[in-house]
């Protein structure tokens, strides 16, 4: 089983990898290119709340190892709910953005797509979260469900407003939220 486990361990790797170069690839754009494409805030919060996001939930997925036996159809979960996390990248992060005007227009044309691929994540992790037992779901206590829900509603909204003020509060709610989560799990 071991053997398994690695297998899937590297297919997650190669797949946040993708992500993270995504996410990488076009911040340093923005440095090289700088007449060309003027960054915006807003827009860079997102792509780093994906970032975090991602580092988080490849160090999550280690616990995978708990894991006892693997079939094809649980391989396959993984497979597609790691490339959500792709896809995401992509959204908030194109390579290019010649069609639009700025990147605010591009995350403001594209922002439904983004919380809809945030928001099948959320859901995703509680499959995710199953998969490793439901001794190892109850030991998440009711934060976890929560977190999820509160996220999922949140997207929810992020997907109606268009309000500037309103996306700014729920990036940072978001980003808050991760870095203190992050910190009481590992580090206290």
Known sequence: ME?????????????????????LKNAVKLIDHNKLLKPYPLHLLWVFYAFLLIIHFWWWE??????????????????????MYYVLCVLIFP????????YKDYFFSRKQWFFSFLIVIF??????????????FHTLHWEYPVRNSVHILLCLLGIRYNHIRFQYLLVILFIVYEITYIFRHYFI
């Open 62 to 83: 280690a616990r995978l190892k708990v894991v006892g036996s693997w079939n094809f159809l649980e391989y396959l979960f993984l497979i597609a709910y790691t490339a």
């Open 123 to 136: 859901i995703m992790d509680f499959a995710d979260t199953l998969l490793k037992g439901k001794d190892y």
């Open 95 to 102: 390579d290019s953005i010649s069609e639009y005007k700025s």
């Open 3 to 23: 053997e398994t486990f690695t297998h899937v361990r590297t297919m997650i790797s190669i797949i946040l990898g993708f992500s993270i170069a995504q996410l």
